[in-house]
């Protein structure tokens, strides 16, 4: 039985899901897309491995390349969204918020140590994310972490502030939707 989404609990749900992704490999809703718009006002939307949670400063995580199309569109607009499904509970979230990058301060430092030296062969490539390339595969690995630091230049923590929250579950006993903001939960129409 799916237990339904309730008002006074729905935030603390999400971000309680939120945060048990962060260490269930198979948690789906570890896998999140996110959406951005880029410099021609166009939607860009991309699955991410979530890296950070949390709830009370209501920030959500991500990393990418800083040659990365979406790093650019961040900088010029940095609105973004995310998007999650758990189909074990039937939820959809979609999280709306403002990201800031970090590439070269404490967070991004603390993103780099806290990251594995297998996570980090994207940012070994010596090719910027979505340019033409001769073959399939650049055959980077990282040795150790001495070596993963040449990867080090191009990676980007991105943090965003949530502002709202628009989550839908869909119910046998009827679907379910709340908006959460900073000031409280209400239904919607779903
Ligand atoms: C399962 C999965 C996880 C991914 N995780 C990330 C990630 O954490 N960061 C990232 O920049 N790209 C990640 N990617 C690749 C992106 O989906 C995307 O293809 C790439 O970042 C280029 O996006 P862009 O051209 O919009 O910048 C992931 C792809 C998959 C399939």
Known sequence: MIEPV???????????????ALDERDHP???PVVATVDEHG???ARVVVLRAVEPDAATLEFHTDTRSPKFASLRERPSLAWLFYDPRAMLQVRAEGTATLHTDDAVADASWTSTSLASRVPYMASVAPGR??????????VRDEEHSRQGRP?????RSVIRRLDVLQLHPDGHRRVEV?????RWLAP
Request: proline share 2%; with cysteine; charged share 20%.
């Open 6 to 20: 309730q008002l006074g609990t729905v935030r603390d749900r999400v971000w309680g899901s939120l945060t048990a």
């Open 29 to 31: 809703m570890r896998t």
């Open 42 to 44: 166009s939607p860009r």
């Open 132 to 141: 033409v390339v001769e073959s399939a595969a650049d055959g980077v690995h």
């Open 154 to 158: 191009f990676f980007c923590a991105v």
């Open 181 to 185: 903001v900073e000031g409280g939960a």
